[in-house]
């Protein structure tokens, strides 16, 4: 009998873990439908389209990539985003640099003689691409991952859909974010 009531229990705490992970995956699949649908249908004007600054730097050892304040971007720490590229040459001759990658096809700047500059734009998609300078055949790979958040375009202005993993226990019944805060799925 009380093998029975066991087997019983640990089935209504499996179903409600089940059912937990469901409603989170459901409203997230929801939000990120949301915000995915709400981009296709806004009209371009609506969308707000942030470009992210970034500052490429050409010498004669190599290729420095640094983001609006001036600090070094990791290879891997940019997201997909349309993007300017300010590039100058700090080398002792002429560089010219070219981007390879996903989207990217005959990107380069022209000849920049020692001390110049010019502007490249370029949406970057998740993937990866290649900064190369073709005068010294130095070159820079990068990893573009998707952003963690998107803004949607809303009646009245923009929104923020976030998605993010969440955990549950099958002890407590709580689920947490990655940065651990309690969160009910009920409400995502």
């Known amino acids: 009998m009380a093998g029975r009531r066991k087997r019983r229990y640990l089935g209504r705490v499996t179903h409600r873990a089940r059912s937990i992970v469901m409603c989170t995956a459901l409203a997230?699949?929801?939000?990120?439908?949301?915000?995915?649908?709400?981009?296709?249908?806004?009209?371009a004007s609506a969308r707000p389209a942030t470009i992210v600054p970034y500052t490429v730097v050409l010498n004669d050892s190599g290729i420095l990539l640094l983001d609006a304040g001036n600090a070094p971007v990791p290879a891997s720490g940019i997201t997909s985003a349309p993007a300017v590229l300010t590039v100058i040459n700090r080398g002792s001759g002429a560089h010219v640099l070219t981007i390879t990658g996903p989207g990217v096809v005959?990107?380069?700047?022209?000849?920049?003689?020692?001390?110049?500059?010019?502007?490249?734009?370029?949406?970057?998609?998740?993937?990866?691409?290649?900064?190369?300078?073709?005068?010294?055949?130095?070159?820079?790979?990068?990893?573009v991952t998707a952003p963690k958040s998107v803004e949607v375009a809303v009646s009245g202005g923009t929104a923020k859909a976030v998605s993010e993993a969440i955990e549950c226990s099958l002890d407590t019944h709580l689920c947490t974010n990655a940065q651990g805060v309690v969160v009910n799925p009920g409400s995502a």
Not at 28 to 43: D, E, I, K, M
Not at 106 to 131: D, E, I, M
């Open 28 to 43: 997230l699949t929801a939000a990120t439908g949301f915000a995915v649908s709400s981009q296709l249908t806004a009209p």
């Open 106 to 143: 005959g990107k380069h700047t022209p000849s920049l003689a020692k001390g110049k500059s010019t502007r490249l734009s370029v949406t970057f998609q998740v993937g990866s691409y290649s900064l190369i300078d073709t005068t010294s055949h130095r070159s820079l790979k990068l990893l």
